[in-house]
Nanobody
Framework: QVQLVESGGGLVEAGGSLRLSCAAS????????MGWFRQAPGKEREFVAVISWGGGSTRYADSVKARFTISRDNAKNTAYLQMNSLKPEDTAVYYC????????????????WGQGTQVTVSS
């Protein structure tokens, strides 16, 4: 079992930055690939980024590539999402999730989910 808690969301102006954190409980954090997803009002949840167990491989949605960076610190049982050059269309609830396999961009590939953190980007 892994419990995930996101933090770091908030209100930011367009062009600004935020860093989201995802703190995991349990001793097996390094056994999971970690992903970030987001869901805007009235839209389906969509993939944002994923990082492999050791952090050596990452994958991003085209919409965030070159603006967002996913990372992890296995010693701290924490995954991060650094978001730069934020746009109003990045407004959403952001979720972190843990998966037994690396690379899935579909939410059904993830076993555990956090409760989400709201990110609002004003224009």
């Amino acid at each position: 079992q892994v419990q995930l808690v996101e933090s770091g969301g908030g209100l930011v102006e367009a062009g600004g930055s935020l860093r989201l954190s995802c703190a995991a409980s349990g001793r097996t954090f390094s056994s999971y690939a970690m992903g970030w997803f987001r869901q805007a009002p009235g839209k389906e949840r969509e993939f944002v980024a994923v990082i492999s167990w050791g952090g050596g491989s990452t994958r991003y949605a085209d919409s965030v590539k070159a603006r967002f960076t996913i990372s992890r610190d296995n010693a701290k049982n924490t995954a991060y999402l650094q978001m730069n050059s934020l746009k109003p269309e990045d407004t959403a609830v952001y979720y972190c999730a843990a998966s037994n396999m690396y690379g899935s961009t579909n939410d059904i590939g993830y076993n555990y989910w956090g409760q989400g953190t709201q990110v609002t980007v004003s224009s």
